[in-house]
């Protein structure tokens, strides 16, 4: 897999495993996407179809000459939030 979707990938990995279905119910993060997906929080909803979109924009020949924009995104807000300076109280 390209590492455009890396870091989609990591947080929707961490959103599962903090979710209630992981946490609480006991169940696997592996079918808590596959069947029971409508319990899980709309952050992680939100990632997995992201997740879809950067899969799929790989394929697509378009985006592949253009690159992968979903991934890239992704990456964007991540290395933003490594680069925030802590707040000072």
Not at 2 to 28: F, M, P, R, T, Y
Not at 38 to 54: D, G, I, V
């Amino acid at each position: 897999m390209s590492s455009s979707c890396d870091a989609i990938l990591k947080a929707l990995k961490e959103c599962l495993l903090n979710s209630d279905c992981v946490q609480k119910q006991g169940h696997l993060p592996s079918d808590c996407l596959k069947q029971h997906s409508n319990e899980l929080p709309e952050q992680c909803q939100l990632l997995r179809k992201s997740t879809f979109e950067c899969k799929r924009n790989m394929l697509d020949m378009r985006t592949r000459f253009r690159g992968n924009t979903v991934g890239m995104d992704a990456e964007k807000l991540r290395q933003q939030k490594t680069a925030a300076p802590p707040a000072e109280s």
